[in-house]
């Protein structure tokens, strides 16, 4: 069964939670002193993560999980200011929700965030000399690991090299049907990715300003 893991340190949104999302396994923190610890344990299939926590707060923990892994986090919490969501995705959250949140939202959240992350093609695709496969871009003894939502973003333009891919379909591509996506997350993950790809001398995502975006 899916597996969620909750850093939460309010009891009462952590029995909410568990309550809510009956469907899945949930697990949440024990010890937060030891978050990162606790989730390589129980390898769960998504994080629900709280921004203001004992010791360490959310983004400290994200950036530690994302050393590792690339499991899908959605952040829960009561700042709403964009300064926070951007700052949450750029620290590798996939999603944001702010509390007090609407639990048939959050769920819709969930399931959509799943279905992306656990549906993706692991088809191999090449551009000048980078292979794409699954959730890694590399090149000869370089390589990167991507995010599923990454991935699934770099994929469209790959299967589209030297084409613009307007936004709406870039949109349309990762999350399908889930109406409660904020537009701005695309950018946000765009900008991550770049910054990821950098890193190996990956550097061919154009901006083709108030359309998409081009592999050239």
């Known amino acids: ?27 949440s ?43 899908p986090i959605i952040f829960l919490s009561s700042a709403d200011d964009e300064m926070n969501q951007v700052m949450a995705m750029n620290m590798g959250a996939d999603d944001y929700v702010t509390k007090p949140f609407s639990v ?9 965030l799943l279905r992306r992350t656990y549906s993706f093609s692991q088809a191999q695709l090449t ?16 390589k990167v690991d991507l995010t599923p939502t990454e991935a699934k973003l770099l994929r469209t333009l790959f299967e589209q090299p030297n084409r613009t ?6 949109l349309e591509k990762l999350w399908e049907s889930d109406d409660y996506i904020d537009a701005n997350a695309l950018q946000v993950n765009i900008a991550r990715m770049r910054k990821k790809l950098n890193t190996i001398g990956f550097d061919y995502i154009g901006t083709v300003r108030g359309v998409g975006y081009v592999l050239a």
Do not use: C
Not at 1 to 21: C, G, H, W, Y
Not at 40 to 46: A, G, K, M, V
Not at 127 to 142: C, V
Not at 165 to 170: A, F, H, P
């Open 1 to 27: 069964m899916t597996k969620v893991f909750i850093v939460e340190d309010d009891p009462a949104i952590v029995k909410q939670l568990t309550s809510a999302l009956a469907a899945y396994t949930v697990v």
């Open 29 to 71: 923190v024990r010890n937060f002193r030891s978050v990162r610890q606790e989730i390589e344990t129980e390898t769960p299939d998504l994080i629900l993560m709280d921004i203001t926590l004992p010791y360490f707060n959310g983004f400290y923990w994200t950036t530690e999980i994302r050393k590792k892994a690339t499991t």
């Open 104 to 112: 048939d939202v959050l769920k819709a959240k969930i399931h959509a």
């Open 127 to 142: 551009f000048n000399g980078f292979i794409l496969e699954g959730t890694e871009l590399k090149k000869a003894q370089d």
């Open 165 to 170: 891919v307007s936004k709406d379909v870039l």
